[in-house]
Nanobody, 117 residues
Framework: QVQLVESGGGLVQAGGSLRLSCAAS????????MGWFRQAPGKEREFVTQ????????AYADSVKGRFTISRDYAKNTMYLQMNNLKPEDTAVYYC??????????WGQGTQVTVSS
């Protein structure tokens, strides 16, 4: 089974930075796409960014492009989300996820990011 565990969330002031980590276990991920989603209270879960494990090709939601950077470490089976210039609207629970094709199949439990104004 694939297991994903997020960490690195916390409280930060607007304009600050955080780095989230997602540790994966149970599989090799060379054929997977992995991504980050977020969900604020009362809102649906939304796509933030994703990375193709083998190639490193990335995609970003317009709301975070230029501020967030996704990356992965093959040796550690870990992906990261570097979040810079955080805004209050970035406040959400952040989830890592993985898929082979189509919709995402595997999800972590989430880590809280709170950005104060």
């Amino acid at each position: 089974q694939v297991q994903l565990v997020e960490s690195g969330g916390g409280l930060v002031q607007a304009g600050g930075s955080l780095r989230l980590s997602c540790a994966a276990s149970g599989r090799t991920f060379s054929r997977y796409t992995m991504g980050w989603f977020r969900q604020a209270p009362g809102k649906e879960r939304e796509f933030v960014t994703q990375i193709t494990w083998s190639s490193g090709f990335t995609a970003y939601a317009d709301s975070v492009k230029g501020r967030f950077t996704i990356s992965r470490d093959y040796a550690k089976n870990t992906m990261y989300l570097q979040m810079n210039n955080l805004k209050p609207e970035d406040t959400a629970v952040y989830y890592c996820a993985a898929k082979l094709q189509g919709t995402y199949d595997y999800w972590g439990q989430g880590t809280q990011v709170t950005v104060s104004s």
